[in-house]
Every structure is written in structure tokens, then in C-alpha cells.
């Protein structure tokens, strides 16, 4: 069965410096890989997705993310954080042969900070 | 134009009621799903359905059964509410293919 996890529950970054959030699957086979925004009170938004070819994938809101299989690890960057990018952070995994029924496995969630 | 919509967005009941989540999308996915998130934000998959399968993630209770009237909807139904089953609940889509899932706002469900 795959997992994530995401070792950084809490990050506080002042606005305008750069930004990475760890993710670590662990997965037999090549995974599918996510990165999910969560705003206060809201639903998740898909920032971008990893499903094979170039490692390097860009998202929306300017974030991007990098596969690298030999750390089995899919973090995520932003140059400069805005205010706005305070929320919640969500790295997923999917099995990449669809035999799981697409269900999605979850990390544990990094709630991200901006301090003016 | 909402992709992914679910009814109520709030749910207070009383322990051992009978409640209906609902969610509808309008992306003409074939593959939904419902999830749960608990008071310390950790996202779980509780159903995975389509046409053709539905997959139950083994954890959750059968108190707990998803219905879907029609490709476009996929209905959650509690019996017995516990306490513990206060939680946000998130309905997703997508094409089974692209696995890509689109999810709902969320709906908020309070057991007193």
C-alpha cells in the first residue's frame, strides 16, 4: 500500500522569500503524484500533478514541483510567497496502474504561514 | 458552473440519526468518490465508484454507503451517527484515466 508523508506540519515564511515543502511517498511502482491547496474553510484545489516525463512540472499560482525517484520525494517550490499562499498543503499519491480504484493517499497536511 | 457541488454545506443532527450527504458534478467524469477529513485535517478515502466497481477503503463502517442515482451523483448515506463521525466530508471526480481529482467544497457535519 503506497503512503506520503510530509515531515513539516507547521512552515512560516515571510512574504517574498522562497518557499519548498517536503513530500516523501512510498510506492511500490511509479506513482501519481499531487499537490492540493486547502484555504480556510474551503475545498482542495489542485495545484499541479506528476504522472510521467519531465520531473520538473509547473503548476498554477507559480508553484512548481520536482520528481526525484532515487529520494522518492515530490517537493514543492515557490520563488516568492505571497500573502495569499497562507494555507494548507496537501501531497498525494495514486497508484499509477489504476488497480487501487484511483483512490488517492494523503500526507498528514503542511499548514503554511506568511509573515508581512 | 460549480465542477464539483455537494448539499448541505453545514450538518448538525443528534446521535443516531440517519443523514444524506449529496454531491453532483458536471464534468462528465466516470469515477467519484468520497473522503473524510477529521478535526487534524488528515484526508482519508472512504469510496472509490464507478459504473462499473465500487471500492470500499476497509476501515470504514458499513453504517456508511454511498448511492449513485445516476453517473452525475454519488450520494453519501450515514445510519446511526456517532459522534465520531464529526468531520468535513469531501466528494471528488474524475476521468478514471487521467486520475485527476477534482473535489467539492466540503460539507461539515456536526453529530451532537
Known amino acids: 500500500a503506497q503512503s506520503v508523508t510530509q515531515p513539516d506540519i507547521h512552515i512560516t515564511v515571510s512574504e517574498g522569500a522562497s518557499l519548498e515543502l517536503r513530500c516523501n511517498y512510498s510506492?511500490?511502482?511509479?506513482?501519481?503524484l499531487f499537490w492540493y491547496v486547502q484555504s480556510p474553510g474551503q475545498g482542495l484545489q489542485l495545484l499541479l500533478k506528476y504522472f510521467s516525463g519531465d520531473t520538473l512540472v509547473q503548476g498554477i499560482k507559480g508553484f512548481e514541483a520536482e520528481f526525484k525517484r532515487s529520494q522518492s520525494s515530490f517537493n514543492l517550490r515557490k520563488p516568492s510567497v505571497h500573502w495569499s499562499d497562507a494555507a494548507e498543503y496537501f501531497c498525494a499519491v495514486a497508484a499509477g496502474n489504476n488497480n487501487a480504484g484511483n483512490m488517492l493517499t494523503f500526507g498528514g497536511g503542511t499548514r503554511l504561514m506568511v509573515k508581512p | 458552473d460549480t465542477a464539483v457541488s455537494q448539499t448541505p454545506k453545514y450538518l448538525v443532527t443528534q446521535m443516531g440519526n440517519d443523514k444524506s450527504i449529496k454531491c453532483e458534478q458536471n464534468?462528465?467524469?466516470?469515477?467519484m468518490y468520497w473522503y473524510k477529513q477529521d478535526s487534524k485535517k488528515f484526508l482519508k478515502i472512504m469510496f472509490s465508484y464507478n459504473n462499473k466497481e465500487l471500492i470500499i477503503n476497509e476501515t470504514v463502517p458499513n453504517r456508511f454507503s454511498p448511492k449513485s442515482p445516476d453517473k452525475a451523483h454519488l450520494n453519501l448515506h450515514i445510519n446511526s451517527l456517532e459522534l465520531g463521525d464529526s468531520a468535513v466530508y469531501f466528494c471528488?471526480?474524475?476521468?478514471?484515466?487521467?486520475?485527476?481529482?477534482?473535489f467539492g467544497p466540503g460539507t461539515r457535519l456536526t453529530v451532537l
Open positions: 464534468l462528465g467524469h466516470d469515477t
Open positions: 510506492y511500490g511502482a511509479t506513482p501519481y
Open positions: 471528488a471526480s474524475s476521468q478514471t484515466i487521467q486520475n485527476t481529482q477534482y
